[in-house]
């Protein structure tokens, strides 16, 4: 990669946890503030950045714009995005969708609580779109990486970050259909997530809902349970998937498959 290319990346990420000055940019990324200030510059114009009234620079609405531009591309947020509203209309918590990117998990569309969030809890920041985390420390990422197989599961699982008892968490995930994280990984927030399958049965992203310890007990998002796994079976249908008996012929009314 061109040093030059790979010096503006980095200053574009550094200005994802913040605005920096110019100072603060130069020593990101090693170089004199001259150099740093050509970069930002050439940033600011194509509208990547934008320097503020305190001097300091921020992320540049282009940037945002091209954000919006990709997400738009999922075909799976498209599909989702009426899903997710009706569970957060009908129950008021955050949901989550989100997708597998090596082994991280990527947060591709969120609808906010329908209440303010405690702002110690982890449904902040940190959540937002565009958001990442190690999957192995999210409910959502632990249900996409129970349905990876082959050099990509032993991958993950030879991780040195991976938790001893990942295998036998994944195992569990598989023979359930569904994740728990009891606040273990998030600050403050517990969340459960049910994978969301494909036409050939694989899984492509995770419906989450979040809660705020102080605002629900576990029991009562468990009892949301039955209409997670629910509404992730109805988005699999959209897909093209086959509805999973044990929860949508109870539930949305969607029947299996019969195979002749």
């Given at each position: 990669m061109s040093?030059?290319?790979?010096?503006?990346?980095?200053?574009?990420?550094s200005l994802g946890d913040g605005p920096a000055s110019l100072e603060q940019a130069a020593?990101?990324?090693g170089v004199h503030k001259s150099t740093a200030l050509r970069l930002l510059r050439t940033?600011?114009?194509?509208?990547?950045v934008?320097?503020?009234?305190?001097?300091?620079?921020?992320?540049?609405?282009?940037?945002?714009?091209?954000?919006?531009t990709a997400l738009e591309g999922f075909d799976v947020r498209q599909v989702c995005a009426p899903y997710l509203a009706s569970l957060n209309e009908r129950y008021g918590h955050t949901v989550h969708l989100a997708v597998l990117d090596g082994v991280e998990v990527l947060s591709v569309d969120k609808v906010d609580a329908r209440y303010p969030t405690p702002p110690d809890c982890g449904l902040g920041e940190a959540s937002r779109i565009g958001g990442r985390a190690p999957a192995?420390?999210?409910a959502a990422g632990r249900v996409l990486l129970a349905d990876l197989t082959g050099d990509r599961l032993a991958a993950v699982l030879a991780d040195p970050h991976s938790p001893a008892d990942l295998p036998a968490d994944l195992a569990a995930v598989r023979r359930q259909g569904w994740s728990l994280d009891q606040g273990d990984h998030t600050a403050g927030v517990n969340c459960l997530a049910a994978p969301i399958t494909?036409?050939?049965?694989?899984t492509i992203a995770a419906c989450a809902i979040s809660v705020p310890t102080s605002v629900a007990p576990?029991?009562?998002?468990?009892r949301l349970l039955p209409e997670?796994?629910?509404?992730a079976e109805a988005v699999s249908l959209a897909f093209g998937g086959s509805p999973n008996p044990r929860w949508c012929d109870s539930r949305c009314g969607a029947k299996a498959a019969v195979r002749m």
């Open positions: 040093q030059t290319v790979d010096r503006a990346l980095t200053i574009l990420t020593n990101r990324i940033l600011e114009e194509h509208g990547f934008q320097r503020q009234a305190d001097h300091r620079y921020r992320l540049g609405g282009r940037l945002l714009s091209l954000a919006h192995v420390a999210t494909g036409n050939d049965g694989r576990l029991g009562e998002l468990n997670l796994l629910c509404t």
